[in-house]
């Protein structure tokens, strides 16, 4: 069984500071990582996608890949409130057919 | 363009009912996936079809079936409902699920409540 680990949180920030999302993975085979924001009571909707070691930007925010250590982050420049939801780390699993996900981390920022 | 869009939003079973869940994936796409998400925990990987064919099957006990059409909208069926089945569950779209850099998209979800 595939597994994807993240801290549950929550994660507390203030305003303008920069969160970190930490994820890490079982399966070394794993090509694809994904970051999905949820808010309460709504679907998964994806921020980002990196599929090769180092940092990926895209706006205010960067993932970041080390295959060697199975690891994937999410970094939140300049949080607002409107960024508090719950962060979903996804891997792809066998032939690309379906996401593992972990239990997501709660982000919360104060105003 | 429209995104994938799932029916009904909210539905309320009793237990040992059957329901059906439909979803229709974002034009173009030809793969959908069912997820089932619990309050707290991570969607979790139920099925995945492709042109009709059934691609990836996750560790579901049988009451769980699910089909895709030519139009490549999918039912996720689930009989004998039991009170653990209470769940959002979500319909994701790809392309085609063969290649690594494809993404799911998320429809919004059905909420399912077994009392």
């Known amino acids: 069984q595939k597994e994807v680990e993240q801290n549950s949180g929550p994660l507390s920030v203030p305003e303008g500071a920069i969160a970190s999302l930490n994820c890490t993975y079982s399966d070394r085979g794993s090509q694809s990582f994904f970051w999905y924001r949820q808010y309460s009571g709504k679907s998964p909707e994806l921020i980002m996608f990196i599929y090769s070691n180092g940092d990926k930007e895209d706006g205010r925010f960067t993932a970041q890949l080390n295959k060697a250590s199975q690891y994937v982050s999410l970094l939140i420049r300049d949080s607002q409130p409107s960024d508090s939801a719950t962060y979903l780390c996804a891997v792809n699993g066998d032939n690309f057919n379906k996401f593992y996900f972990g239990s997501g981390t709660k982000l919360n920022v104060k105003p | 363009d429209a995104g994938v869009t799932q029916s009904p939003t909210h539905l309320i079973k009793t237990r040992g009912q059957q329901v059906t869940l439909r979803c229709s994936p974002i034009s173009g796409h030809k793969s959908v996936s069912w997820y089932q998400q619990v309050l707290g925990q991570g969607p979790q990987f139920i099925f995945q079809y492709y042109e009709k064919e059934e691609r990836g099957r996750g560790n579901f006990p049988d009451r769980f079936s699910a089909r895709q059409f030519p139009n490549y909208s999918s039912e996720l069926n689930v009989n004998a409902l039991l009170l653990g089945d209470s769940a959002l569950y979500l319909c994701?779209?790809?392309?085609?699920?063969?290649?690594?850099?494809?993404?799911?998209?998320f429809g919004p979800g059905t909420r399912l409540l077994v009392l």
């Open positions: 994701a779209s790809t392309p085609s699920g063969l290649a690594a850099e494809e993404t799911q998209y």
